[in-house]
Protein backbone atom coordinates (compact mmCIF):
# COMPACT_ATOMS: atom_id res chain seq x y z
CA UNK A 1 0.00 0.00 0.00
CA UNK A 2 1.14 2.86 -0.79
CA UNK A 3 1.35 6.04 1.51
CA UNK A 4 1.76 9.82 1.11
CA UNK A 5 4.49 12.24 2.32
CA UNK A 6 1.95 13.09 5.42
CA UNK A 7 1.50 10.04 6.24
CA UNK A 8 3.59 10.23 9.59
CA UNK A 9 2.26 13.94 10.71
CA UNK A 10 -1.08 12.06 9.83
CA UNK A 11 -0.64 9.75 12.35
CA UNK A 12 1.22 12.41 14.50
CA UNK A 13 -2.52 13.82 14.38
CA UNK A 14 -4.09 10.71 15.98
CA UNK A 15 -5.67 10.20 11.85
CA UNK A 16 -7.28 6.70 11.40
CA UNK A 17 -5.70 5.35 8.56
CA UNK A 18 -7.55 3.33 5.98
CA UNK A 19 -7.03 1.64 2.31
CA UNK A 20 -8.44 4.22 -0.33
CA UNK A 21 -7.86 2.82 -4.22
CA UNK A 22 -4.42 1.45 -2.85
CA UNK A 23 -3.14 4.57 -0.60
CA UNK A 24 -2.97 4.19 3.15
CA UNK A 25 -5.08 7.42 4.15
CA UNK A 26 -7.00 9.37 6.70
CA UNK A 27 -10.70 8.21 7.00
CA UNK A 28 -11.22 10.98 10.05
CA UNK A 29 -8.85 12.58 12.96
CA UNK A 30 -9.76 12.80 16.80
CA UNK A 31 -12.73 15.08 15.98
CA UNK A 32 -14.66 13.04 14.11
CA UNK A 33 -16.03 13.59 10.52
CA UNK A 34 -19.19 15.02 11.21
CA UNK A 35 -17.44 17.73 13.36
CA UNK A 36 -14.68 18.27 10.19
CA UNK A 37 -17.81 18.26 8.06
CA UNK A 38 -19.11 21.48 9.83
CA UNK A 39 -16.00 22.86 10.20
CA UNK A 40 -14.98 23.16 6.40
CA UNK A 41 -18.89 24.45 6.11
CA UNK A 42 -18.19 27.03 9.01
CA UNK A 43 -14.56 28.10 8.64
CA UNK A 44 -11.71 25.75 7.08
CA UNK A 45 -10.81 22.28 6.62
CA UNK A 46 -6.90 21.00 4.95
CA UNK A 47 -6.90 17.44 3.38
CA UNK A 48 -4.23 15.87 1.65
CA UNK A 49 -5.48 14.51 -1.48
CA UNK A 50 -1.82 13.60 -3.01
CA UNK A 51 -3.32 10.37 -4.00
CA UNK A 52 -4.57 11.62 -6.87
CA UNK A 53 -2.58 11.83 -10.16
CA UNK A 54 -1.32 14.22 -11.92
CA UNK A 55 0.07 14.43 -15.60
CA UNK A 56 2.15 16.70 -17.70
CA UNK A 57 1.05 17.69 -21.42
CA UNK A 58 3.42 19.93 -23.43
CA UNK A 59 4.11 20.37 -27.37
CA UNK A 60 3.18 22.11 -29.76
CA UNK A 61 -0.03 19.99 -30.61
CA UNK A 62 -1.36 20.12 -26.96
CA UNK A 63 -4.55 22.25 -27.20
CA UNK A 64 -5.44 19.99 -30.41
CA UNK A 65 -4.37 16.46 -28.40
CA UNK A 66 -6.67 18.00 -25.60
CA UNK A 67 -10.07 18.42 -28.26
CA UNK A 68 -9.38 14.61 -29.05
CA UNK A 69 -9.45 12.98 -25.87
CA UNK A 70 -11.98 14.93 -23.41
CA UNK A 71 -15.01 16.70 -23.80
CA UNK A 72 -14.64 20.34 -22.78
CA UNK A 73 -13.48 22.78 -25.67
CA UNK A 74 -9.37 23.09 -24.87
CA UNK A 75 -9.19 26.19 -27.59
CA UNK A 76 -11.76 28.17 -24.98
CA UNK A 77 -9.18 27.53 -22.15
CA UNK A 78 -7.26 30.82 -20.86
CA UNK A 79 -3.93 30.82 -19.23
CA UNK A 80 -4.42 30.11 -16.07
CA UNK A 81 -8.23 28.88 -16.32
CA UNK A 82 -8.98 25.88 -14.68
CA UNK A 83 -11.79 23.50 -16.40
CA UNK A 84 -13.70 20.59 -15.00
CA UNK A 85 -13.47 17.95 -18.02
CA UNK A 86 -14.55 13.95 -18.95
CA UNK A 87 -12.11 11.56 -20.51
CA UNK A 88 -15.15 9.24 -22.74
CA UNK A 89 -14.84 5.71 -24.83
CA UNK A 90 -16.04 5.41 -27.70
CA UNK A 91 -19.44 4.45 -27.09
CA UNK A 92 -19.54 7.59 -24.50
CA UNK A 93 -19.15 6.15 -20.95
CA UNK A 94 -16.60 7.94 -18.66
CA UNK A 95 -13.28 7.04 -18.72
CA UNK A 96 -12.81 9.44 -15.62
CA UNK A 97 -13.63 13.19 -14.86
CA UNK A 98 -10.56 15.43 -14.47
CA UNK A 99 -9.50 19.02 -13.89
CA UNK A 100 -7.42 20.44 -16.63
CA UNK A 101 -5.62 23.79 -15.99
CA UNK A 102 -3.89 25.63 -18.84
CA UNK A 103 -0.57 27.11 -17.69
CA UNK A 104 2.36 29.01 -19.59
CA UNK A 105 3.85 26.15 -22.01
CA UNK A 106 2.08 23.64 -20.36
CA UNK A 107 -1.23 21.71 -19.19
CA UNK A 108 -1.84 20.19 -15.86
CA UNK A 109 -4.21 17.45 -15.69
CA UNK A 110 -5.58 16.10 -12.42
CA UNK A 111 -7.15 12.82 -12.20
CA UNK A 112 -8.38 10.38 -10.00
CA UNK A 113 -6.57 8.32 -7.66
CA UNK A 114 -8.08 5.14 -8.52
CA UNK A 115 -7.68 5.86 -12.70
CA UNK A 116 -3.93 7.30 -12.51
CA UNK A 117 -2.08 4.49 -14.27
CA UNK A 118 -5.60 3.39 -16.52
CA UNK A 119 -5.88 7.39 -17.43
CA UNK A 120 -2.22 7.69 -18.27
CA UNK A 121 -2.26 4.27 -20.29
CA UNK A 122 -5.98 5.42 -22.51
CA UNK A 123 -3.98 9.09 -23.36
CA UNK A 124 -0.67 7.91 -24.14
CA UNK A 125 -2.79 5.20 -26.72
CA UNK A 126 -4.04 8.43 -28.50
CA UNK A 127 -1.05 10.30 -28.67
CA UNK A 128 0.23 9.00 -32.14
CA UNK A 129 0.32 12.14 -34.43
CA UNK A 130 0.66 14.56 -31.94
CA UNK A 131 3.94 16.39 -31.17
CA UNK A 132 3.33 16.04 -27.21
CA UNK A 133 4.93 14.94 -24.27
CA UNK A 134 3.18 13.05 -21.89
CA UNK A 135 4.66 12.99 -18.01
CA UNK A 136 3.34 11.51 -15.25
CA UNK A 137 4.54 14.04 -12.63
CA UNK A 138 2.40 12.85 -9.32
CA UNK A 139 4.96 11.81 -7.42
CA UNK A 140 6.95 15.13 -8.17
CA UNK A 141 3.88 17.39 -7.42
CA UNK A 142 2.03 17.50 -4.15
CA UNK A 143 -1.31 17.80 -3.99
CA UNK A 144 -3.49 19.09 -0.72
CA UNK A 145 -6.62 21.66 -0.39
CA UNK A 146 -7.55 23.93 1.95
CA UNK A 147 -11.08 23.98 1.51
CA UNK A 148 -14.25 26.66 3.70
CA UNK A 149 -15.05 30.08 3.55
CA UNK A 150 -12.11 31.05 5.70
CA UNK A 151 -9.83 29.80 3.56
CA UNK A 152 -8.77 33.02 1.74
CA UNK A 153 -8.01 34.64 5.50
CA UNK A 154 -6.19 31.61 6.25
CA UNK A 155 -3.69 31.41 3.18
CA UNK A 156 -3.20 34.44 2.65
CA UNK A 157 -0.64 35.86 4.70
CA UNK A 158 1.64 32.30 3.58
CA UNK A 159 1.29 33.40 0.01
CA UNK A 160 2.76 36.40 -2.24
CA UNK A 161 -0.35 36.65 -4.26
CA UNK A 162 -3.38 38.78 -3.70
CA UNK A 163 -5.56 35.73 -3.52
CA UNK A 164 -9.05 38.50 -3.26
CA UNK A 165 -8.11 38.79 -6.80
CA UNK A 166 -8.35 34.80 -8.06
CA UNK A 167 -11.99 33.79 -9.35
CA UNK A 168 -13.40 30.66 -8.98
CA UNK A 169 -11.82 28.08 -11.13
CA UNK A 170 -8.52 30.28 -12.07
CA UNK A 171 -5.36 29.39 -10.70
CA UNK A 172 -2.18 31.79 -10.06
CA UNK A 173 1.50 30.80 -9.37
CA UNK A 174 2.80 32.11 -6.80
CA UNK A 175 5.25 31.58 -3.87
CA UNK A 176 3.91 29.65 -0.36
CA UNK A 177 6.45 29.92 2.44
CA UNK A 178 9.06 30.44 -0.18
CA UNK A 179 8.24 27.63 -2.54
CA UNK A 180 7.18 28.42 -5.80
CA UNK A 181 3.82 26.14 -6.29
CA UNK A 182 0.32 26.57 -8.20
CA UNK A 183 -2.74 27.39 -6.31
CA UNK A 184 -6.21 26.63 -8.01
CA UNK A 185 -9.38 28.22 -6.22
CA UNK A 186 -11.27 25.01 -7.03
CA UNK A 187 -11.90 22.04 -4.65
CA UNK A 188 -15.00 19.23 -3.69
CA UNK A 189 -16.46 20.40 -0.78
CA UNK A 190 -18.94 22.97 -2.70
CA UNK A 191 -17.14 25.60 -0.24
CA UNK A 192 -15.12 28.33 -1.71
CA UNK A 193 -11.62 27.46 -1.57
CA UNK A 194 -7.96 26.23 -2.35
CA UNK A 195 -6.16 23.20 -4.27
CA UNK A 196 -2.60 23.81 -3.90
CA UNK A 197 0.23 22.12 -6.02
CA UNK A 198 3.78 22.12 -4.64
CA UNK A 199 6.82 20.25 -4.57
CA UNK A 200 6.74 17.06 -2.82
CA UNK A 201 9.62 17.81 -0.21
CA UNK A 202 7.82 20.66 1.33
CA UNK A 203 4.45 19.00 1.85
CA UNK A 204 5.09 18.30 6.12
CA UNK A 205 5.95 21.90 6.29
CA UNK A 206 3.21 23.45 4.47
CA UNK A 207 0.54 21.53 6.00
CA UNK A 208 2.00 22.53 9.60
CA UNK A 209 1.78 25.90 8.47
CA UNK A 210 -1.51 26.26 7.18
CA UNK A 211 -2.68 24.17 10.20
CA UNK A 212 -0.46 26.52 12.98
CA UNK A 213 -2.10 29.91 10.78
CA UNK A 214 -5.44 27.96 10.91
CA UNK A 215 -5.79 27.03 14.70
CA UNK A 216 -7.63 30.28 15.49
CA UNK A 217 -9.77 29.99 12.73
CA UNK A 218 -11.23 26.80 13.59
CA UNK A 219 -9.22 25.60 10.87
CA UNK A 220 -9.34 21.31 11.14
CA UNK A 221 -7.67 18.14 9.06
CA UNK A 222 -10.17 16.48 7.52
CA UNK A 223 -10.48 13.00 6.46
CA UNK A 224 -12.25 10.54 3.73
CA UNK A 225 -15.54 10.59 5.50
CA UNK A 226 -15.84 14.28 5.29
CA UNK A 227 -14.65 15.10 1.91
CA UNK A 228 -16.50 12.53 1.41
CA UNK A 229 -20.62 13.65 3.06
CA UNK A 230 -19.15 16.85 1.57
CA UNK A 231 -18.85 16.34 -1.87
CA UNK A 232 -22.33 14.60 -1.58
CA UNK A 233 -24.35 16.86 -0.30
CA UNK A 234 -23.09 19.48 -2.98
CA UNK A 235 -23.94 16.79 -5.44
CA UNK A 236 -20.74 16.70 -6.60
CA UNK A 237 -20.23 12.93 -8.79
CA UNK A 238 -17.28 9.98 -7.66
CA UNK A 239 -16.07 8.15 -9.91
CA UNK A 240 -16.89 4.45 -8.84
CA UNK A 241 -20.63 5.82 -7.57
CA UNK A 242 -22.27 8.23 -9.95
CA UNK A 243 -20.13 7.75 -12.71
CA UNK A 244 -18.02 5.14 -14.41
CA UNK A 245 -17.27 3.48 -17.33
CA UNK A 246 -20.87 1.48 -17.73
CA UNK A 247 -22.61 5.18 -17.45
CA UNK A 248 -22.65 8.45 -19.94
CA UNK A 249 -22.35 12.01 -18.88
CA UNK A 250 -25.87 12.35 -20.18
CA UNK A 251 -26.85 10.18 -17.99
CA UNK A 252 -25.03 11.45 -14.96
CA UNK A 253 -26.53 15.11 -15.82
CA UNK A 254 -23.14 16.13 -16.41
CA UNK A 255 -23.97 17.37 -20.31
CA UNK A 256 -23.04 21.04 -19.56
CA UNK A 257 -19.53 19.96 -19.15
CA UNK A 258 -19.39 19.51 -23.30
CA UNK A 259 -19.13 20.91 -26.01
CA UNK A 260 -20.42 19.37 -29.28
CA UNK A 261 -18.74 21.62 -32.04
CA UNK A 262 -15.62 19.96 -31.91
CA UNK A 263 -14.80 16.11 -32.77
CA UNK A 264 -13.49 14.82 -29.22
CA UNK A 265 -13.71 10.47 -28.45
CA UNK A 266 -17.31 9.53 -27.96
CA UNK A 267 -19.33 12.32 -29.46
CA UNK A 268 -21.22 10.29 -32.11
CA UNK A 269 -22.47 7.82 -29.26
CA UNK A 270 -22.73 10.91 -26.97
CA UNK A 271 -24.74 12.68 -29.92
CA UNK A 272 -27.47 9.77 -29.84
CA UNK A 273 -28.33 9.56 -26.35
CA UNK A 274 -28.76 13.23 -26.51
CA UNK A 275 -31.18 13.38 -29.67
CA UNK A 276 -32.98 9.80 -28.19
CA UNK A 277 -33.03 10.30 -24.96
CA UNK A 278 -31.49 7.36 -22.20
CA UNK A 279 -33.68 5.29 -20.18
CA UNK A 280 -32.61 6.23 -16.98
CA UNK A 281 -30.95 9.32 -15.44
CA UNK A 282 -29.77 10.44 -12.19
CA UNK A 283 -31.72 12.15 -9.22
CA UNK A 284 -31.38 13.26 -6.05
CA UNK A 285 -33.48 11.94 -3.17
CA UNK A 286 -34.66 12.38 0.12
CA UNK A 287 -36.61 9.92 2.02
CA UNK A 288 -40.14 10.38 3.33
CA UNK A 289 -39.75 7.19 5.72
CA UNK A 290 -36.98 6.93 7.79
CA UNK A 291 -34.13 4.90 6.51
CA UNK A 292 -30.51 5.57 5.52
CA UNK A 293 -30.10 5.03 1.88
CA UNK A 294 -27.07 2.65 1.29
CA UNK A 295 -25.00 3.02 -1.35
CA UNK A 296 -26.59 0.32 -3.87
CA UNK A 297 -29.97 -0.33 -2.43
CA UNK A 298 -32.12 -1.75 -5.34
CA UNK A 299 -34.94 0.78 -5.86
CA UNK A 300 -38.83 -0.26 -6.68
CA UNK A 301 -42.10 0.89 -7.41
CA UNK A 302 -45.36 -1.31 -6.94
CA UNK A 303 -42.07 -4.08 -6.23
CA UNK A 304 -40.53 -4.10 -9.63
CA UNK A 305 -37.03 -2.34 -10.12
CA UNK A 306 -36.34 0.94 -11.70
CA UNK A 307 -32.70 1.52 -10.26
CA UNK A 308 -30.36 1.64 -7.70
CA UNK A 309 -28.96 4.41 -4.85
CA UNK A 310 -25.34 5.59 -5.91
CA UNK A 311 -24.94 7.41 -3.05
CA UNK A 312 -26.42 7.85 0.14
CA UNK A 313 -26.36 9.14 3.81
CA UNK A 314 -27.96 11.42 6.73
CA UNK A 315 -26.29 15.26 5.31
CA UNK A 316 -24.67 16.73 8.51
CA UNK A 317 -25.38 20.19 7.31
CA UNK A 318 -29.30 19.75 6.16
CA UNK A 319 -29.76 16.58 8.94
CA UNK A 320 -31.61 14.85 6.25
CA UNK A 321 -31.50 11.38 4.89
CA UNK A 322 -30.81 12.25 1.36
CA UNK A 323 -29.37 9.94 -1.46
CA UNK A 324 -28.37 10.10 -5.36
CA UNK A 325 -29.92 7.25 -7.49
CA UNK A 326 -30.00 6.17 -11.44
CA UNK A 327 -33.98 5.86 -11.47
CA UNK A 328 -36.04 4.93 -15.27
CA UNK A 329 -36.73 8.38 -16.93
CA UNK A 330 -40.13 7.99 -16.04
CA UNK A 331 -39.66 8.50 -12.63
CA UNK A 332 -36.47 11.56 -12.80
CA UNK A 333 -39.27 14.40 -12.30
CA UNK A 334 -39.33 16.13 -9.26
CA UNK A 335 -41.67 14.89 -6.66
CA UNK A 336 -41.73 11.20 -8.23
CA UNK A 337 -42.16 9.10 -5.23
CA UNK A 338 -40.30 5.55 -5.20
CA UNK A 339 -39.53 2.67 -2.19
CA UNK A 340 -35.62 2.18 -1.61
CA UNK A 341 -35.35 -1.43 -0.54
CA UNK A 342 -33.47 -1.44 2.94
CA UNK A 343 -32.51 -4.64 3.76
CA UNK A 344 -35.53 -6.19 1.36
CA UNK A 345 -38.00 -3.56 3.49
CA UNK A 346 -39.57 -0.90 1.16
CA UNK A 347 -39.08 1.98 2.57
CA UNK A 348 -40.71 5.43 0.36
CA UNK A 349 -38.60 8.31 -1.00
CA UNK A 350 -39.30 11.37 -3.51
CA UNK A 351 -37.04 13.00 -6.14
CA UNK A 352 -35.73 16.46 -4.73
CA UNK A 353 -33.62 19.55 -6.51
CA UNK A 354 -29.93 18.75 -6.48
CA UNK A 355 -27.61 19.95 -4.97
CA UNK A 356 -28.77 19.16 -1.83
CA UNK A 357 -26.49 22.52 -0.27
CA UNK A 358 -25.16 25.49 -2.02
CA UNK A 359 -23.09 27.57 -0.43
CA UNK A 360 -24.53 31.50 0.42
CA UNK A 361 -22.39 33.99 -2.02
Not at 178 to 205: H, K, S
Amino acid sequence: MRRTNLYETHLSLGGRMVDFAGWELPVQYPAGPIQEHHAVRQAAGLFDIDHMGQFELTGPDAEAFLQLVQVADSTSIDVFDARYSLLTYGDGTVVDDVFLYRLPERWLIVVNAANRDKDFAWLSAHRNGFDIALTDISDDLYMMALQGPLAETILQPLVTADLSGLAARRAVETSVEGEQALIGRTGYTGEDGFELYLPADRAVAIWNALLERGRDHGLLPCGLAARDSLRFEACMPLYGHEIDAATTPLEARLGWVIHWEHDFIGRTALLKVKLEGSDRRLVGFEMVDRAVPREHYPIAVDGDPIGYVTSGMKAPTLDRFVGMAYVSAAYASIGSEFDIMVRGQPKKAKVVKRPFYRRRT
